[in-house]
């Protein structure tokens, strides 16, 4: 191949291959965090209304409806101790951090990628090669992590 040929497919693999796995990770972490995101504003709202019921059931806890503002507050509670267990088993969080490591490691590796001046065919290799790496030991990371008791990516 030529340089110029080299050079091209460079620019195509960086463009197909790394440049729309960046954008997918960019766009995962984006939506696990804004989904971290809602669900602790939810988790928080129910824990609030929560205290809220809890305490109108202390004050009216002499009437005949007293009850049911307790019995609301312990329901609104259990619900947001299911949510915030729910999101800790899918992993909002970890999920995007995986995301985000791996998005890290490729664009360090697009850093280091030869440039025109100095393209060669092996300097190209070596350069998908640890792209490559990158992408594999992504996809290593998501089954140690399942396996080691973690989250499974969803």
Known sequence: ???DELSQAQAFYDEARVGDQVDYYQKRIDEYRRS????SLITELLLLSAAVAGI???FWGSLDFGWIA???AAGLAAT???LASWADTVGFVENAELYSAAR????R????RPKPSAITAAA????VDRVEDILLGEVGEWGDTWQSGGKPPL
């Open 104 to 107: 890290d490691g490729v664009m």
């Open 1 to 3: 191949m030529s340089d």
């Open 109 to 112: 590796t697009r850093l280091t």
């Open 124 to 127: 190209v290799d070596d350069y």
């Open 36 to 39: 971290a995101g809602q669900i």
């Open 80 to 82: 947001a101790a299911g």
């Open 70 to 72: 307790s019995l609301t």
């Open 56 to 58: 109108a059931g202390a």
